[in-house]
């Protein structure tokens, strides 16, 4: 009922950007999932948002997909998560 969006992304990626993950490179996770999502056509299928503190500042920079909390190091680490949620495989770099 009332779906007027047929572009609804089906996952939902939130970064944090709190003070302490914002100072462990939030930026440079939010960065690699998007340019990932932009990579792989994938920016109407995983909608990224930045979010306030997730309470869980001790690790690297909280990133919730679909719920589920991950924390993440580095780009790096963004990158392979990305990869296991959304493309299933080592991605190939060229
Ligand atoms: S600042 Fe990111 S979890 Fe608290």
Known sequence: MGEHDTRTPRHRVEICMGSSCFLKGSYQVLDA??????????????AIAGAFCKEHCR????????????????????????????????????
């Open 33 to 46: 999932f998007q340019e990932l999502c932009r990579r792989h056509a994938l920016q109407e299928t995983v």
């Open 59 to 94: 690790d690297g920079v909280s990133v919730e997909i679909d719920g589920q909390l991950f924390s993440v190091p580095d780009a790096e680490a963004a990158h392979a998560l990305f990869t296991a949620h959304f493309l299933r495989g080592p991605e190939t770099s060229s």
